[in-house]
């Protein structure tokens, strides 16, 4: 009897050893808004969605498209996609996952009530939805829209048992919580946890974790102490400034690549006449934007030292670059680099520009939005000065200065962007300001430039990947000989883990715990 | 009694009704909330429905006087950012606040008093030295540093205590709370501690420097002449005399730990309603900026209240009727 009790105990513990093992705790820098996966477009939504929903189309660690609830996708004429679906899915409550669930996600995407950041930027393109058969869609578009599949990387497809209007409150209380994906859903503590349990029926290659706690940890330092105390086992967006020391740290590994993030500067077009941030050298008023002159920003973009910025201010977690998209991700164009920094051939084209004697400017950024935003500009205030233009720095608090930014108030300023590819920044950055048809919604600085318009309204009807390519990297390279904005650099994405784990890092930025194993 | 609460009242609605007008002239001067909460992927005609969904394109007198009156029939209105009501938001975020601040003062009036009173009654003993020099670092250290070294000497060295977040919570009528359980416990020693240690400081110096004052005058000399034992001169004629002060800063100390927890929250990730303004401020969500600084409001008010019913307590010659 004692002999069986002892073997019991003994059996047991080891369960719960086991148990135990398969639990991980990862924690996140921000907090989510929602659990509803069409609440709201920000990132910190999507990487808890990622683990609880599933998309047609996922992205690889690169960025690169790859079979989700969708296993292929064709063109199959010039105004319809088809998917084909994956068959046996099923849903978190039950039910099978279908065309129907498709073409209900679909409709619901629009409607979420109070949206801050509508996803029907992402279906608002698909005119009509046909489901021939159960694991067929097709997709209806008014015009040839080759980046249907990007867009559909951000689409989570719920089930259609949830009924005409589900409440997004319902989907944080749990109740309207079910995915396809990889974990369910059990709690969720707004602005603190989220608890999930492994869906053992997921399609995706077995999640080695039973248990799954996200925490949300936005204060850097505290992040960090958790992960060294052992309280959690994966952290994102290691700061940089602990970056060095945590390499030294046994306890812990890294995992970084570089993320799809460009840190750039805008430099004002929309004002012809003069603009309120540039004087003369010595403040006198000038009749004109200095900047609309391309020897000017020639000069301002060649007077900056990118290496060293990207070596002492970024402590090396990030790339230089001379184009939006780094080697790797689609569009990306050879030979397009960075910038050489030549600060005597910057004053030489100044001078030819009319400036011998430089000019006044205040470059404004935020000051906690990107990764060290107010060092960046404060060094290259000092390279611009060293060219003879006399910077001013200006670091802002990040809501009241995207609200100037959006005002055209500025004349050189810090901005960041993610791009999954290189036509989102060609269509919403450089494209002519356009309301009516929804492009250039980003161009802050008003650029505007014929040629490269004529460029991009080709390549967005151009079916065919490879022609459509050849054209991106012509935009692209017309982009940057016109220096529409100065690229400094991409970020690298960098996550730490206890050691004895591995993580795939990924360039999206987005966190995704079934790519967590214990180290081979 | 009832004229003197109805005119703390009014002049509470005026308070607020102040620092509403100026929250809602201060967001609308920042900046706008969709500029910060829209994803960068969007266009033209997405940002201005968000405007729209938001109530935002009215003009800004327009959008105060939909929110007084729905305020008037108790609607606060909802998030920008979460699109939950403002009130319930904070609600839900306050047990955890109110358990770490009330933990904090608890330290504070435990730890300060007796240690005030030692040093007070022997300020040349070495203990009595060791206190006041120790005070002085509990309200010159920033918080936010030792609130860090906490968790770098006891959770990361030591491994004693966990570093962040709530732990185990244990629900009370129908609210969870974390002193109900061990693992709840064990996470919140450290950072109510971090908060109480300007308090404890505080306090001790408010104690001593009143027993300082207190000993050498004639009654307590006359009490002691009388025989009375030294714990009920103490006790009786010494605290009761000095606690009016202490009590005023205890009572105005609770309001700022429970108003301005953030920075302690922020370092220990404890989800209470600091780091809810904070985020709020940070992306203009003036419904929640509102609702909780209305509520800061009520809430000193009350305090207040609490604080001069206790002189009357103490003190039987406050009178809460000044007479004109």
């Known amino acids: ?63 690169n498209l790859i079979p989700g609830l969708a296993l292929s996708w064709t063109m199959i004429d010039d105004t319809t996609w088809e998917f084909k679906l994956r068959q046996g899915v099923k849903f978190h409550d039950g039910s099978p996952f279908t065309a129907a669930d498709v073409a209900y996600t679909f409709a619901r995407v629009p409607t979420v009530v109070n949206s801050p950041g509508s996803f029907s930027i992402y279906t608002k393109t698909v005119i009509s939805i046909e489901t021939p058969d159960p694991f067929t869609v097709r997709m209806k578009t008014a015009a040839i829209y080759p980046l249907l599949p990007i867009d559909l990387t951000n689409v989570f497809i719920i089930p259609k048992n949830l009924g005409p209007n589900p409440a997004t409150e319902d989907f944080n209380s749990g109740k309207n919580a079910a995915g396809t994906g990889a974990f369910r859903m059990t709690a969720y503590k707004a602005g603190e946890r989220v608890e999930l349990e492994r869906n053992d029926a997921w399609w995706g290659p077995k999640t080695h974790w039973q248990h799954l706690t996200i925490r949300m940890i936005p204060n850097d330092g505290a992040r960090t102490a958790a992960l060294l105390a052992g309280d959690v086992q994966l952290i994102e967006f290691v700061p940089t400034a602990d970056v060095a020391r945590l390499r030294a740290d046994k306890r812990v590994t890294l995992a970084e690549t570089a993320s799809l993030r460009l840190i750039y500067l805008w430099l004002d077009r929309s004002h012809t006449g003069p603009q309120p941030f540039i004087t003369g050298p010595n403040g006198e008023a000038l009749a004109t934007n200095p900047l609309n002159d391309l020897r000017v920003r020639q000069a301002l973009t060649m007077a900056i030292n990118r290496p060293a910025i990207v070596e002492r201010v970024m402590e090396n977690a990030a790339y230089a670059a001379g184009q939006f998209v780094g080697p790797g991700t689609w569009g990306h164009t050879p030979g397009l680099n960075p910038p050489i920094h030549d600060p005597a051939r910057a004053k030489a084209l100044l001078s030819e520009a009319g400036y011998p004697n430089g000019f006044r400017i205040t470059l404004h950024g935020p000051n906690d939005r990107y990764v060290n935003d107010g060092k960046i500009i404060q060094a290259i205030g000092q390279m611009w000065s060293r060219i003879g233009v006399q910077t001013t720095v200006d670091a802002i608090t990040w809501p009241n200065y995207v609200a100037r930014a959006n005002k055209q108030e500025f004349a050189a300023y810090l901005v960041g962007w993610g791009f999954p590819e290189a036509t989102n920044p060609l269509r919403s950055l450089v494209y002519t300001f356009s309301p009516a048809k929804g492009w250039g919604a980003v161009n802050r600085a008003r650029y505007s430039n014929p040629h490269f318009d004529a460029l991009v309204d080709k390549l967005m009807t151009t079916a065919d990947d490879t022609t459509r390519e050849r054209l991106v990297q012509q935009a692209n390279q017309l982009a940057m000989n016109d220096v529409a904005l100065v690229p400094l650099h991409l970020q690298k994405n960098i996550w730490a883990m206890r050691t004895g784990l591995s993580f795939v890092p990924r360039a999206d930025e987005d966190t995704r715990v079934m790519d967590l194993r214990p180290a081979p | 009694m009832t004229s003197w609460l109805l005119r703390r009242l009014i002049q509470a609605l005026f308070v607020v009704l102040a620092m509403t007008v100026i929250v809602f002239l201060g967001v609308n001067v920042i900046g706008n909330p969709v500029d910060i909460l829209i994803s960068p992927q969007a266009d033209q005609a997405e940002r201005a429905r968000a405007i729209i969904a938001l109530g935002l394109d009215r003009p800004i007198w327009e959008q105060y006087a939909t929110f007084l009156w729905n305020a008037v029939q108790g609607d606060l209105g909802k998030s920008f950012v979460f699109n939950e009501p403002a009130l319930r938001l904070i609600a839900s975020r306050m047990p955890a606040t109110i358990e770490l601040a009330v933990t904090a003062v608890l330290l504070s009036i435990v730890l300060g008093i007796p240690l005030g009173l030692y040093a007070g009654l022997r300020p040349n003993s070495t203990g009595g030295r060791l206190i006041m020099a120790g005070s002085i670092f509990g309200f010159s250290l920033p918080s936010f540093w030792v609130g860090l070294m906490l968790i770098m000497v006891f959770a990361v060295q030591l491994g004693w205590l966990p570093s962040t977040g709530r732990g185990q919570t244990e629900t009370l009528f129908g609210i969870p709370w974390s002193f109900l359980t061990r693992d709840g416990l064990a996470h919140m020693v450290m950072p109510a501690t971090n908060l109480a240690l300007g308090n404890i400081a505080l306090v001790l110096r408010l104690t001593r420097a009143g027993v300082r004052e207190t000993l050498p005058l004639d009654y307590i000399k006359f009490a002691r002449a009388k025989g009375l034992s030294p714990a009920r001169v103490l006790a009786v004629h010494v605290m009761k005399n ?83």
């Open chain 1, 1 to 63: 009897m004692a002999i069986r009790l002892a073997t019991a105990l003994a059996a047991l513990m080891l369960t719960t050893a086991a148990a135990h093992a398969q639990s991980v705790i990862m924690a996140m820098s921000s907090s989510p808004t929602a659990i509803d996966p069409h609440y709201h477009t920000f990132n910190p939504n999507e990487t808890v969605d990622i683990h609880i929903y599933d998309r047609l189309i996922e992205r690889d660690p690169q960025n």
């Open chain 2, 242 to 324: 000095i606690l009016i002060p202490i009590v005023t800063v205890i009572g105005l100390e609770f309001g700022s730990i429970i108003a301005f927890a953030v920075v302690t929250e922020s370092v220990f990730a404890w989800p209470g309603m600091g780091k809810l303004i904070i985020d709020s401020i940070n992306v203009l969500d003036r419904p929640v900026i509102v609702a909780y600084l209305m509520m800061i409001v009520f809430l000193f008010i009350a305090i207040n209240l609490i604080v001069d019913l206790l002189y009357t307590v103490l003190d039987p010659r406050v009178r809460l009727e000044t007479r004109e």
